[in-house]
T-cell receptor
């Protein structure tokens, strides 16, 4: 079955440093989605990328979907303590969004003030 | 617009007891899901539903049952609770199985002692 891997599993940074998490799927994805879960909270949908090579930005967050639609990255510039949490990627296998999402295991980010 | 509402937020069960975790959504989503999340881990799919009257097993269905009599409600039943079922349970819903993002409830934190 489809597998979605995320690296690193944990990342600890000083406030102001940049942070990147990578997501790799064993199969082609019709789209890639990113979620954020604050400590003690629930996953919250951040963004969806659909096109090969697509790049989207949300303030200090930059999301990229790979050319082969099998990998993605999330980059945070100048981290803040509000960025603390676990970031999950997820995607449905295949050409359409007709399949359920497979979630990665997440990257847990901690930020030292 | 409440989104996905889960009750209760916290519960302690004794081994062998049963309980129902409630989940309701007001977004008219056909697709609904139950996940469990163990401490520091990712999301594991327990059961899902593609519409009223239709449910199917996910990765970890043993020890659980679901029903979907209406579009809005998707309760999860735990029979004969075991310590291994200590976890945080999230209900989610979506318009499409693989696109547009999942909306998660705030979760039920269950401890079995």
């Amino acid at each position: 079955g489809q597998q979605v891997m995320q690296i690193p599993q944990y990342q600890h940074v000083q406030e102001g440093e940049d942070f990147t998490t990578y997501c790799n799927s064993s199969t082609t994805l019709s789209n890639i989605q990113w979620y954020k879960q604050r400590p003690g909270g629930h996953p919250v949908f951040l963004i969806q990328l659909v096109k090969s090579g697509e790049v989207k930005k949300q303030k200090r967050l930059t999301f990229q979907f790979g050319e082969a639609k099998k990998n993605s990255s999330l980059h945070i510039t100048a981290t803040q303590t509000t960025d603390v949490g676990t970031y999950f990627c997820a995607g449905p296998p295949g050409e359409t969004s007709g399949s359920r999402l497979t979630f990665g295991e997440g990257t847990q980010l901690t930020v030292n003030p | 617009n409440a989104g996905v509402t889960q009750t209760p937020k916290f519960r302690i069960l004794k081994i062998g007891q049963s309980m129902t975790l409630q989940c309701t959504q007001d977004m008219n989503h056909n697709y609904m899901y139950w996940y469990r999340q163990d401490p520091g881990m990712g999301l594991k799919l327990i059961y899902y539903s593609v519409g009223a009257g239709i449910t199917d097993k996910g990765e970890v269905p043993n020890g659980y049952n679901v029903s979907r009599s209406t579009t809005e409600d998707f309760p999860l039943r735990l029979e004969l609770a075991a310590p291994s079922q200590t976890s945080v349970y999230f209900c989610a819903s979506s318009y499409s199985p693989g696109g547009g993002g999942y909306t998660f409830g705030s979760g039920t934190r269950l401890t079995v002692v």
